[in-house]
């Protein structure tokens, strides 16, 4: 019963991103895109591959993984309360009665409330793994190997995208060259602040740096010692919860079997460049998509 329950909140969850965030933006996207004729243009050859956490990389969302972990009491319906809170927190987001900014502070709030210490998200992981998308890890593999620089870029925390890393790196023999996310402070071992935000926009919150994934993907590039140049860059992502970043780059829509509200808004919008199914063929797809077609 556990998993159509989640896919319908991440339908819920992408709907939100995308009702708040794609009405005012898509034309704005629209326009660059003709402004800049990268279009599906002959001639791109990228360097530089940005890849979504949750929704893209795992079909499921790490902070609901964490939430039911922190609140596991179940009500008579078999949803546990970490269930229930995200589900509150995505509703507040969807009505416009909070940015996805405080959501984040929110649901940290309650982590460090409860304790939640380090070492738990090992269970966050052992939750996701049967979720990765491997014809996407065995794409990144690949291309990879073709000289690409591959960035997990998320909203959510960073230490448990480096964990996410060291996993895939043993698992798949496949590690990202860079991983970017909001990072949380800790004390003795359990989560007790938040350091930073990787959000939505450049501003600040309760006294909380917040970059958008753009900015943190473009500082921290510059710190290993190459540029971002969006002309050669691609996004792999699953919503328009990273429409700043799709407006930019050339972008790829992984769709689930069962497309939710926003893939289909985004088809209808046609948002992406390319859209691509998740089924068989996927890692093919988007190799060729990247590479492309010889
Ligand atoms: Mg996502």
Do not use: H
Request: glycine share 8%.
């Amino acid at each position: 019963m556990r998993f159509p329950r989640v896919k319908q909140l991440r339908s819920k969850l992408s709907s939100a991103k995308l009702l708040g965030i794609v009405a005012k933006n898509s034309l704005q996207f629209k326009l660059r895109r003709t402004a800049l004729k990268r279009f599906r243009s002959r001639e791109r050859q990228f360097t530089t591959i940005i890849v979504d956490m949750d929704g893209t990389l795992y079909d499921t969302d790490a902070s609901l993984e964490g939430l039911s972990i922190c609140f596991p009491r179940r009500w008579g319906t078999g949803v546990s309360r970490g269930e229930k809170i995200y589900e509150s927190m995505i509703s507040k987001i969807a009505a416009g009665e909070s940015t996805i900014e405080q959501a984040i502070i929110e649901g940290n709030t309650l982590f460090v409330k409860r304790g939640f210490q380090k070492k738990n998200f090992s269970k966050v992981l052992a939750r996701i793994k049967p979720r990765i998308r491997k014809p996407l890890v065995m794409a990144l593999r690949k291309l990879k190997s073709e000289g690409k620089t591959i960035v997990l870029a998320t909203l959510s925390s960073r230490e448990f995208a480096l964990l996410m890393n060291s996993y895939l790196k043993k698992r798949f023999d496949f590690e990202f060259d860079l991983v970017v996310g909001t990072e949380l402070e800790y004390q003795d071992g359990r989560i007790s602040g938040v350091k930073s935000i990787v959000g939505t926009k450049d501003f600040e919150i309760n006294g909380v740096p917040v970059r958008s994934k753009l900015s943190a993907v473009r500082e921290e590039l510059a710190l290993i010692g190459k540029g971002l140049d969006v002309n050669t860059s691609a996004l792999i992502t699953d919503s328009y919860g990273d429409i700043d970043l799709a407006k930019m780059l050339v972008t790829i829509l992984i769709k689930p079997d069962e497309p939710s509200m926003d893939q289909r808004v985004s088809q209808r919008l046609k948002l992406a460049d390319f859209i691509v199914d998740d089924g068989p063929g996927l890692e093919e797809k988007l190799v060729e998509i990247i590479l492309g077609a010889s």
